[in-house]
């Protein structure tokens, strides 16, 4: 070996291994290998060596590096594991950064777009104060229907329009699907909204304020077995693969035919339990949409058909969380809301 | 609404070996859902639900006859048997009949008005099997004449009334509307004072019917009645209701008139109210029948394409099965290949009008059951998504961030709008409120966000929440604007704590806010610790200390700091793209810089001076403290700046530093009248 190579892997060994912690092995890294270090220098001498020898003199360079390099290695890591020998108590608590808290209803809610996400429904926002037209009119509602009494709906004071009637707030969230057809004047719609919606009734099971969920499908050809695909996809998606659906007729004026829609009680599984009917749990309701609700929302119903569905997402966190007053969502105890 | 329903008695008309497990299995999958079954010593009993559409089947008979379709349908053994007598003849059995003089005055109030007297009544109890049926069905057996009104109400849907004939004075009945401050005493010995405009029936002197909701005290049968009317109607189901609300007072009998009624099934069940009355009372028909009748519209024919029964169902289902099912729904049907003309039944005239009316009813007596699942096929829409998307990545990121997200109602009380200072008139209010809690609809999250503060103030002492709600503002002739806002409250905390707050959440929005001392109106806040928000020129919400007004009215203690955004505006302002910057290849020189300035003078504008004058070679300036002490003097601060001198081509020289640092310092001290200490 060149004598000037062995002079300066001696060095960079005897400062290597001087280094007593880490950041000295650093400084050490740079009198060797830095822009002025003894192997960089040596490195720049190369091109100085006669060209005969020049090849033998280069390998030697790298030799000498790669065990300066290996060198350095073990002595870091001997550096790192002498570094603290005091025993830890490891079961103490760590250092952590306080996480807050989301509310249940929009953890709900993102699970349930998430999920409809990936059917290609997009997330829509409309009104929560609507004209009587888009909430119940052009829904099929007929002017006598009890959900129109000031009875079950709150009216808005003031402003009348002579098309489109009276303000209320909302009751559900089907006035977007009017919206939505307005929006998209031609289909296919894969639409889901979610609003705060308001009835006038309070109790366990009904604040006068909640969340509903909406989703309108519209497009040619559409049948009930999309109807059940489609549910049997969501469910199995939020309460789990081992629940399933089925749909029972039932009545709604914005739909024909009307279906509710029920989910195997997570509890018994489906056999039966004092929580649930006979195996199943309420969901939702569901249907075809009805061919005047489409002909209101300027869409052929001869060229186009399609499903919609909805539900209260605070019924479905009930059902998910056993919660047994549904007002505990809206009394912002934060015990309460610190819990999820 | 919900009925009780004696398996027992429904195998009276339904003849079937099924057991009535799989019986309430076919209900259920394909009608009428059977909630629950009770065993009821050797019977069991059905809780059904009824849905509105379906009054027909809110009966004994007529769940029995939904039943026989859908079994009959699937396959199953099954025949339908109707009662007995709902055919008997209705001549008077006496050749000299007993007046009554009847008036409907309005035909309107009802479609159809159908009565007959009976005489030679024993009043008795029932027999034992009518008895039963009746208390299973949670109805109180009173005597053989009233429970026969009673027993027809469940059996066929159709409620009737009976009164006794000697107590009708004059014997007359003059069906009308109330006038105003009227009243009655029913049946029940409560006397109620009926809204104008309810359907009531006077004899010659004084009222003795509330009309399909309770008959009036002093024309009711007692043990003593010898002559009786036999009592069917039909009533206008929306005046029933308007009634029923108005005096908080609903009834069976009520209920089904709501709901309407078949106006054909009023002869049979006044038929078959005779034939039990006849069996059980030994009476006799003593009068001519009394019908009026406002003929109802014939139900029309309905055709239906066998191609979009079939897509609309998804599965083939073979025409003459279609066919068969509304058949034993008791439709008139014909087929031809492509399609089938159905007409449907007197009971479901209400309810069936469109094809798809009666694709349902294919559909679920086939069962909604055995059709395979499917997912839609056909193109994807490209729809953009409402800014609610956004939210819920935002609202991850708040919670990550540490913070709390509450749900309150967004409506609120007069107080709480008093404390918003807006004007009412500019407020969304509700017509019919619940209670004065609840009375208008909130234009600010604020107040609500602070309300639970003060709740929870006892429980921890440095709460930190966040709202996102739509908020309602009135707009003349049109929907309330609805913009999406967001709002922080702190509990115990300091303006910079939510000043950071506020800029960490427009980091996680991308847009770049600026902060403005701002004089004027802040309802919310103190004017001395209150700031907008704005990007480029558009204000987008303000963040301060909450007045002390709105903390003493919440006895909230402690500096509570609120922050309210309006995230509709917000996001549709441009958002912040981030292009590429090179790393820079040379280390900065860095050093730091005290300088003492007057209390007053905004550090912000410190900063952006000294970039200003430092440019190009200083790269950044941060402030790393602020500090006051006597020291210093009375009035001032110092301020401690972070300079960092940087070029792209090489590592300044010390000479250069020195030169910026000096033209730094001397600018500053003439800007601001400050002292750059030494």
């Known amino acids: 070996m060149n004598p000037k190579i062995k002079v300066v892997l001696e060095q960079a060994k005897s400062k290597i291994e001087q280094a007593r912690v880490i950041k000295d092995l650093e400084q050490t890294y740079v009198e060797i290998f830095g822009r002025d270090g003894l192997v960089t220098n040596l490195t720049k001498q190369i091109k100085d060596i006669d060209p005969k020898d020049r090849a033998s003199f280069g390998q030697s360079v790298n030799s000498a590096k790669k065990e300066i390099v290996e060198y350095f290695a073990k002595k870091r890591s001997s550096l790192v594991i002498s570094r603290s020998s005091t025993s830890i108590d490891i079961t103490a608590p760590g250092k952590k950064t306080q996480l807050g808290h989301l509310h249940l209803v929009s953890q709900a809610i993102e699970e349930i777009v998430d999920i409809f996400k990936k059917l290609g429904y997009s997330l829509q926002s409309y009104p929560e104060i609507d004209w009587d037209w888009y909430a119940f009119e052009s829904l099929n509602m007929p002017k006598n229907h009890p959900a129109r009494d000031d009875w079950e709906t709150f009216f808005i004071k003031g402003d009348t329009n002579p098309k489109y009637g009276n303000l209320v707030l909302t009751p559900h969230t089907s006035n977007g699907q009017l919206r939505e057809m307005e929006r998209a004047k031609n289909p296919p719609i894969r639409m889901i909204n979610i609003a705060r919606c308001y009835r006038r009734q309070i109790d366990v099971s009904h604040t006068p304020m909640f969340h509903q969920f909406e989703g309108l499908f519209v497009d040619k050809n559409v049948s009930i077995t999309d109807l059940k695909g489609t549910f049997d996809f969501f469910t199995s998606h939020f309460f789990g693969p081992k629940r399933v659906t089925r749909l029972r007729p039932h009545h709604f004026r914005f739909t024909e035919p009307s279906f509710e829609v029920d989910v195997t009680c997570g509890i018994c599984m489906g056999k039966g339990c004092r929580l649930c009917k006979a195996g199943w749990l309420e969901l939702g309701g569901s249907g075809m949409v009805h061919p005047k609700v489409l002909k209101a929302g300027g869409i052929d119903p001869a060229k186009y058909n399609g499903f919609a569905f909805g539900w209260g997402i605070e019924r479905t966190i009930a059902m998910k969380t056993e919660l047994p007053d549904i007002r505990l969502l809206f009394q912002n105890d934060i015990r309460f809301l610190e819990q999820f | ?678």
């Not at chain 2, 003459?320 to 008791?330: D, P, Y």
């Not at chain 2, 007069?414 to 208008?440: C, G, I, R």
């Not at chain 2, 609809?441 to 107040?447: G, I, K």
């Not at chain 2, 709600?469 to 905390?493: C, E, G, M």
Request: aromatic share 6%.
């Open chain 2, 1 to 678: 609404m919900n009925i009780q329903i004696p398996v027992s008695w429904l195998r009276d008309y339904l003849k079937t070996d099924v057991a009535a497990k799989t019986v309430a299995n076919y209900l259920t999958a394909s009608g009428p859902s059977v909630e629950r079954i009770e065993k009821h010593g050797e019977d069991f009993i059905f809780d059904v639900e009824i849905t509105t559409n379906r009054p027909d089947a809110f009966s004994v008979y007529g769940l029995a006859r939904e039943a026989n379709a859908i079994l009959a349908t699937n396959g199953q053994k099954s025949q339908l048997v109707p009662p007995k007598g709902l055919n008997t003849k209705l001549d008077p059995d006496k050749s000299h009949s007993l007046p009554l003089d009847v008036q409907v005055k309005d035909k309107s109030l009802c479609q159809r008005f159908a009565a007959i007297v009976i005489d030679n009544v024993q009043i008795k109890p029932s027999p034992a099997i009518i008895k039963n049926r009746l208390e299973t069905c949670g109805i109180r057996a009173i005597n053989n004449i009233v429970d026969i009104s009673n027993y027809i109400m469940l059996e066929l849907g159709q409620p009737m009334h009976t009164f006794d004939y000697d107590k009708i004075r004059g014997a007359k009945m003059t069906l009308r509307e109330s006038q105003a401050r009227e009243s009655i005493r029913t049946l029940d010995g409560q006397n109620r004072k009926l809204p104008k405009g309810t359907i009531v029936i006077e004899d010659s002197e004084r009222l003795i019917d509330l009309c399909g909701i309770m008959g009036g005290e002093n024309s009711g049968v007692s043990t003593r009645t010898k002559r009786v009317v036999l009592f069917v109607q039909s009533y206008d189901p929306i005046r029933i209701r308007k009634t029923t609300q108005a005096l908080a007072f609903r009834t069976d009998a009520s209920a089904r008139f709501e709901k309407g009624i078949d106006l054909e099934g009023i002869i049979p069940a006044l038929s078959r109210a005779v034939y039990l009355a006849k069996q059980t009372a030994g009476a006799k028909v003593v009068s001519e029948l009394i019908d009026i009748y406002q003929k109802a519209e014939k139900p029309k024919p309905i055709i239906l394409n066998i191609s979009k029964l079939n897509s609309y169902i998804g599965v083939e289902i073979p025409e003459e099965k279609a066919g068969k099912t509304l058949e034993f729904l008791g439709f008139k049907v014909s087929s031809t290949s492509q399609t089938i003309t159905a007409t449907p039944p007197t009971w479901r005239f209400q309810d069936m009008e469109i094809e798809e009316d009666l694709i349902e009813e294919i559909a679920r007596i086939y069962g909604y059951h055995n059709l395979p699942s499917t997912l839609p096929k056909g193109e994807v829409p490209k729809t953009e998504e409402s800014i609610l998307a956004n939210v819920i990545e935002l609202k991850n990121a708040l919670k990550y961030l540490g913070l709390t997200e509450i749900i309150s109602y967004s409506i609120i009380s007069k107080e709480f709008l008093k404390l918003t200072q807006l004007e009412e008139k500019d407020a969304v209010e509700l017509q019919n409120p619940l209670s004065t809690d609840w009375q208008f609809m909130r234009n600010t999250l604020v107040p609500s966000l602070t309300n639970v503060v003060a709740q929870n103030q006892n429980l921890k002492s440095n709460i930190k929440l966040f709202e996102v709600a739509k908020t309602y503002l009135r707009v003349t002739n049109d929907i309330p604007t609805q913009d999406v806002h967001i709002a922080f409250a702190l509990q115990n905390s300091n303006f910079l704590e939510i000043k950071g707050l506020v800029e960490n959440l427009f980091e996680i929005l991308k847009r770049e806010p600026k902060f403005q001392k701002a004089g004027g109106k802040n309802p919310l806040s103190e004017n001395s610790q209150f700031a907008t928000i704005k990007i480029g020129d558009k204000i987008v919400g303000g963040l301060g200390i909450l007045k002390r007004e709105v903390a003493d009215y919440f006895d909230i203690a402690g500096d509570t700091f609120v922050a309210e955004i309006n995230l509709s505006t917000v996001y549709n302002l441009q958002s912040t793209v981030h292009t590429y910057h090179p790393m820079p290849k040379f280390p900065p020189v860095i050093e730091d810089m005290s300088v003492i300035f007057d209390e007053k003078t905004p550090v912000a504008e410190i900063v952006s001076e000294a970039k200003k004058i430092g440019s190009p070679l200083v790269k950044n300036v941060e402030i790393i403290d602020i500090f006051r002490n006597g020291k210093i003097g009375k009035g001032k601060k110092s301020i401690t700046l972070r300079l960092s001198y940087q070029k792209s081509d090489s590592t300044p020289e010390q000479e250069e530093v020195t030169r910026y640092r000096e033209i730094i310092a001397r600018e500053i001290s003439r800007i601001f009248q400050a002292q750059v200490r030494k």
